[in-house]
Antibody, heavy 121, light 107 residues
């Protein structure tokens, strides 16, 4: 069974940093691109970032480019998202999502339960 | 970015009803259209990919159709567990974008 388990969410002040992790199991992690998608309270879904299965290619939404960094450790089956220079508008539940294939396609076939991030003073 | 617009934003229906949700893209996305279901406090779940392919384990009462810019999700006979919010999403070009969601409520 495919499982994705996020951790690392919490309360942080504006301008602060946070690191989210996603532990994957039940599939060959290295053969799949992975993404982060967020959902602000009461709002819809917003794609944030993606990384290819090889880790050689990364992609970011304009709203987070230069502030967030996606990475993966295939030896630990773990996806990470480093969130820096956080703003109030980054407050959301952050979901880790598995993509269908090795390359980044934007097709998400499995999602984690989400990690809540609150940016507030 | 490609804008995805769903209609209606919400609907009320009864168990056993047939419902249809529409999704329109701001430009042609050929057949790169997915549908997700989300229940309160839960993660989204993939229902349909590539316009009309049913994800494994999804009941056949769910179906999708369309091409180009106009797409529909149909539930042939609404069940109690189907009351949720539904999102369409395009994977034609980066960034992938979602519709604003359609909330399906019990009448």
């Amino acid at each position: 069974e495919v499982q994705l388990l996020e951790s690392g969410g919490g309360l942080v002040q504006p301008g602060g940093s946070l690191r989210l992790s996603c532990a994957a199991s039940g599939f060959t992690f290295s053969r799949h691109a992975m993404s982060w998608v967020r959902q602000a309270p009461g709002k819809g879904l917003e794609w944030v970032s993606a990384i290819s299965g090889s880790g050689s290619s990364t992609y970011y939404a304009d709203s987070v480019k230069g502030r967030f960094t996606i990475s993966r450790d295939d030896s630990k089956n773990t996806l990470s998202l480093q969130l820096d220079s956080l703003r109030a508008e980054d407050t959301a539940v952050y979901y880790c999502a598995k993509e269908f294939s090795l390359g980044v396609s934007g097709d998400f076939d499995c999602w984690g339960q989400g990690a809540p991030v609150t940016v507030s003073s | 970015d490609i804008q995805m617009t769903q209609s209606p934003s919400s609907l009320s229906a009864s168990v056993g009803d047939r419902i249809t949700i529409t999704c329109r893209a701001s430009q042609s996305i050929t057949a790169y259209l997915n549908w997700y279901q989300q229940k309160p406090g839960k993660a989204p779940k993939l229902l349909i990919y590539g316009v009309s392919s049913l994800q494994s384990g999804v009941p056949p009462r769910f179906s999708g159709s369309g091409s180009g810019t106009d797409f529909t999700l149909t539930v042939s006979s609404l069940q109690p567990e189907d009351f949720a919010t539904y999102y369409c999403q395009q994977s034609y070009s980066s960034p992938p974008t979602f519709g604003q969601g359609t909330r399906v409520e019990i009448k």
